[in-house]
Each structure stands twice: as structure tokens, then as C-alpha cells.
């Protein structure tokens, strides 16, 4: 089975300017989440999606920060204009379900530095 | 808000030593409990997890934790560590949604 994939591994930005990063969860887990590592910080969750539609997004910095998942299936989050503080790795996780008792799956992540 | 503390942030040890790592919560209800670890180069995986039951849960690698409800704990223990046990440890706590602590990084000694 394919794990979660995520594309760019590494990116480096200067502050001010605009990054994407995308997700594609393991086929059928309708659950896809994000999730921001500072570095010496555990993962903190951005955003969770249930199929398109958002279930939480209470930390997500709304002002920079967007996602989306339109089909369900990828997604991809944006940051626009990044800040240095935005340097992180922004980790992606997908479960079959919602439900706490389904394990979630995380990507490799993609590591941002904002300079 | 629910929190989630790791007492060690970095822990050394020989190979066959034991191992206890800390994990406390601030949360008065009913929470789910989850040990995640990250091996170098690797993704986040799950270890183990309690949503209810024997509070003594075994999970993978001969990795066990314990939870205490009274003490608000699930540590997590395994009773003798391996070099290939060296990676970062995190506890989570998922009640609305998943809260992660910072991490202890485990560092095992041939």
C-alpha cells in the first residue's frame, strides 16, 4: 500500500514570497490532515479535512494560510505571503476516518525555510 | 485547553538499558492517548495507543505505556532498548483534536 506522498520535500523562500506544498493521502481515507512542526515543537494541526469539506481549522492562520482538498482526494496549503517564523516542516497525515481510533498516516513532510 | 508535556528532552542510553519516557496531560475528561515515533530519514509512526480498558497497553518493538488516570500520566516504557530504538518519541492526546507534545529524542548507545 502507498503511504502519503508529498511534494516538495525542501523549499526555501525569502519572507513576503508565496509556497505551496501538496498531499495525496493513501487511496480511500476520506481524512486528511495538516500539521506544522516548528523545530524542538511537536506537530500542531493546521487544518483537518472530512472528504472536501473542513472539519477543523481553529489554528490555522487564516490571514496567510489556506488549504483546500476539492475533490476530496489531494490537497494542497499555501502560504501567501510567508513570514520567518513560518519555517517548519509542514507534515500531511490521512485516516480512514475521523474517529480517534483510527490511526493517522504522515507523510514524509516538506521542510520549509523562509529567509 | 488540553496540553501535553514531555518531562525529557533528550535521553542517552546503553544498549539493554531500560527505558521510561514521560507524558502528562491537562485534561479532566476522557481522552485518547497515543505514543508516535519518528526513526531518522523516516515518517511519524504510530507506537501504540489507549482509548480504554487495561490501562497497560503493549504496542510495537516490545514498547508497553502505562496510563494512571489518577497522575494524568501515560509514560512510556520498554525494559530493554536496542541501538535501533534511537529516534524522537512524541505523545499525543486526541480529544477534539490531536495535541502533540515536543518530543524526547532517544539517543541509544551500542
Known amino acids: 500500500e502507498a503511504g502519503v506522498a508529498q511534494s516538495p520535500r525542501y523549499k526555501i523562500i525569502e519572507k513576503r514570497q508565496s509556497v505551496a506544498f501538496w498531499c495525496n493521502p493513501i487511496?480511500?481515507?476520506?481524512?486528511l490532515y495538516w500539521y506544522q512542526q516548528i523545530l524542538g515543537q511537536g506537530p500542531k494541526l493546521l487544518i483537518q479535512?472530512?472528504?472536501?469539506?473542513?472539519?477543523?481549522d481553529s489554528q490555522l492562520p487564516k490571514d496567510r494560510f489556506s488549504a483546500e482538498r476539492l475533490k476530496g482526494v489531494d490537497s494542497t496549503l499555501k502560504i501567501q505571503p510567508a513570514k520567518l517564523e513560518d519555517s517548519a516542516v509542514y507534515l500531511c497525515?490521512?485516516?480512514?476516518?475521523?474517529?480517534?481510533?483510527?490511526?493517522?498516516?504522515f507523510g514524509p513532510g516538506t521542510r520549509l525555510t523562509v529567509t | 485547553a488540553q496540553s501535553v508535556s514531555q518531562h525529557n528532552h533528550h535521553v542517552i542510553l546503553s544498549e539493554a538499558a531500560s527505558l521510561e519516557l514521560g507524558c502528562n496531560y491537562s485534561y479532566g475528561g476522557t481522552v485518547n492517548l497515543f505514543w508516535y515515533v519518528q526513526y531518522p530519514g523516516q515518517h511519524l509512526q504510530l507506537l501504540l495507543k489507549y482509548f480504554s480498558g487495561d490501562p497497560l497497553v503493549k504496542g510495537i518493538k516490545g514498547f508497553e505505556a502505562e496510563f494512571i488516570k489518577s497522575k494524568f500520566s501515560f509514560n512510556l516504557r520498554k525494559p530493554s532498548v536496542q541501538w535501533s530504538d534511537t529516534a524522537e518519541y512524541f505523545c499525543a492526546v486526541k480529544i477534539h483534536d490531536m495535541r502533540f507534545g515536543a518530543g524526547t529524542r532517544l539517543t541509544v548507545k551500542p
Open positions: 497525515a490521512s485516516s480512514l476516518e475521523a474517529g480517534a481510533n483510527y490511526e493517522q498516516y
Open positions: 479535512f472530512q472528504n472536501n469539506g473542513v472539519v477543523d
Open positions: 487511496s480511500g481515507h476520506a481524512t
